[in-house]
């Protein structure tokens, strides 16, 4: 492969404050740090692409952390990462990340001329009671405003992060979030499980007993509960966590479900190329024998990445062809249009899959393989079995 990649994610790892079950690469932002995350993203960018390296980027996506804590830096940086990898034009998606306190509509407005075409706005939950268990910096209002502003530009498509499966959180509060979230117009719904990751302060509270641990079986409940509501919106399901009225789904993320190389700028953000490719990112080492394939991430302690911005990646993993096309199998199982036969059996896993079938976890349909409804909800198992091969 000598093509550039056309997708391109950033990572502005920068919150307003940290929420209770967060384990993702951000810090408390100040302005300065806010100025110094900009240049520095910039500076990899440059180097990443250097001018005229590549003319035809079809998605970017600045995800957090809290892209929109940026505030009149957004736009700027947004502009300059199109210059860069060569966003240009009708077509191009262009998504940031936002939490409701920092969406202002100026912030909204000044976004579209800026290039961008997206919103994935974090409100998690509607019910200010279920925020507060989350330690959520923002109120169920600012997440209603925000969703306004965003969607009072006529310009940028809305998506609605959720999250189900909160202690604390029961079907009537559930259904009251997907409700409202249908009701301020997003195109495009993502809806999450709790996972309480070790070491946070809410891993803190559910060990202590202060707040009693997530209940899967309910989680699975509002998955379903999500999928039949917010389909009959017209907002259906494409992706194990992701719904959307046809036409919206995110090109990005469907880029990472579908084997396709994307670059990473920023701390901890991932990246995947060709083997060939390596050098593209600053990969200097050789490819082992029969290597296709190379994912990558940059350092994932911030002050250790703004220190080095141009250190190549701390983490490399190379893939054999069969492994990445495992790998494309697992991912595309995760797409409601599931996977064909040249992949499964490019990638070895016929024999899998069928063991699936049996299990009623995956069906063959319309010369697909497609995960069902059990196997929705069962997907770790399904994914983690057609990794294995096994
Ligand atoms: S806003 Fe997102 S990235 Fe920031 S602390 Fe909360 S969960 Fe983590």
């Given at each position: 492969?000598?093509?550039?990649?056309?997708?391109?994610?950033?990572?502005?790892?920068?919150?307003?404050?940290?929420?209770?079950?967060?384990?993702?690469?951000?810090?408390?932002?100040?302005?300065?740090?806010?100025?110094t995350v900009?240049?520095?993203?910039?500076?990899?960018?440059?180097?990443?692409?250097?001018?005229?390296?590549?003319?035809?980027a079809?998605?970017?996506?600045?995800?957090?952390?809290?892209?929109?804590?940026?505030?009149?830096?957004?736009?700027?940086?947004?502009?300059?990462?199109?210059?860069?990898?060569?966003?240009?034009?009708?077509?191009?998606?262009?998504?940031?990340?936002?939490?409701?306190?920092?969406m202002?509509?100026?912030?909204?407005?000044?976004?579209?001329?800026?290039?961008?075409?997206?919103?994935?706005?974090?409100?998690?939950?509607?019910?200010?009671?279920?925020?507060?268990?989350?330690?959520?910096?923002?109120?169920?209002?600012?997440?209603?405003?925000?969703?306004?502003?965003?969607?009072?530009?006529?310009a940028?498509?809305?998506?609605?992060?959720?999250?189900?499966?909160?202690p604390?959180?029961?079907?009537?509060?559930?259904?009251?979030?997907?409700?409202?979230?249908?009701?301020?117009?997003?195109?495009h719904?993502?809806?999450?499980?709790?996972?309480?990751?070790?070491?946070?302060?809410?891993?803190?509270?559910?060990?202590?007993?202060?707040?009693?641990?997530?209940?899967?079986?309910?989680?699975?409940?509002?998955?379903?509960?999500?999928?039949?509501m917010?389909?009959?919106?017209?907002?259906?399901?494409?992706?194990?966590?992701?719904?959307?009225?046809?036409?919206?789904?995110?090109?990005?993320?469907?880029?990472?479900?579908?084997?396709?190389?994307?670059l990473?700028?920023?701390?901890?953000?991932?990246?995947?190329?060709?083997?060939?490719d390596?050098?593209?990112?600053?990969?200097?080492?050789?490819?082992?024998?029969?290597?296709?394939?190379?994912?990558?991430?940059?350092?994932?302690?911030?002050?250790?990445?703004?220190?080095?911005?141009?250190?190549?990646?701390?983490?490399?993993?190379?893939?054999?062809?069969?492994?990445?096309?495992?790998?494309?199998?697992?991912?595309?199982?995760?797409?409601?249009?599931?996977?064909?036969?040249?992949?499964?059996?490019?990638?070895?896993?016929?024999?899998?899959?069928?063991?699936?079938?049996?299990?009623?976890?995956?069906?063959?349909?319309?010369?697909?393989?497609?995960?069902?409804?059990?196997?929705?909800?069962?997907?770790?198992?399904?994914?983690?079995?057609?990794?294995?091969?096994?």
């Open positions: 492969m000598t093509e550039f990649p056309e997708h391109v994610y950033v990572h502005v790892p920068l919150c307003v404050s940290k929420c209770g079950y967060c384990d993702f690469c951000s810090v408390v932002t100040s302005e300065r740090l806010a100025d900009v240049a520095a993203l910039t500076v990899q960018a440059s180097t990443l692409a250097p001018a005229g390296s590549c003319a035809h079809s998605t970017l996506y600045f995800g957090g952390g809290t892209p929109s804590v940026l505030g009149a830096r957004l736009p700027r940086l947004v502009t300059a990462m199109r210059t860069v990898f060569g966003v240009a034009g009708e077509g191009a998606e262009v998504t940031v990340e936002a939490n409701p306190d920092s202002v509509p100026a912030l909204a407005a000044a976004l579209v001329p800026a290039g961008v075409t997206r919103v994935s706005l974090g409100v998690q939950s509607f019910d200010d009671s279920v925020l507060r268990v989350l330690g959520r910096p923002h109120d169920a209002g600012s997440a209603e405003r925000a969703a306004g502003g965003v969607m009072a530009t006529g940028l498509d809305l998506s609605i992060d959720l999250m189900c499966g909160v604390g959180q029961d079907m009537r509060s559930w259904e009251e979030s997907l409700v409202r979230a249908i009701d301020t117009g997003a195109a719904v993502s809806v999450y499980p709790l996972t309480v990751e070790p070491g946070t302060p809410m891993d803190a509270q559910v060990l202590s007993g202060v707040l009693p641990a997530p209940d899967p079986d309910l989680a699975a409940e509002m998955m379903l509960t999500a999928e039949r917010l389909g009959a919106a017209g907002i259906v399901r494409y992706e194990v966590a992701n719904f959307a009225v046809p036409g919206h789904e995110s090109r990005h993320n469907s880029a990472y479900w579908t084997g396709r190389p994307y990473a700028v920023g701390p901890a953000a991932h990246g995947m190329v060709a083997a060939d390596a050098r593209l990112v600053g990969v200097s080492a050789t490819a082992p024998a029969g290597a296709a394939r190379l994912r990558y991430a940059y350092a994932s302690d911030v002050q250790a990445w703004l220190d080095a911005p141009l250190a190549p990646p701390a983490e490399i993993e190379w893939l054999t062809a069969d492994e990445a096309a495992r790998e494309d199998a697992m991912l595309g199982l995760r797409l409601s249009a599931g996977i064909d036969p040249a992949l499964a059996s490019r990638a070895g896993v016929v024999g899998v899959l069928e063991s699936l079938v049996g299990d009623g976890l995956l069906e063959r349909a319309d010369d697909r393989w497609r995960v069902t409804q059990r196997g929705w909800l069962l997907g770790n198992q399904v994914f983690g079995r057609v990794w294995a091969g096994e």
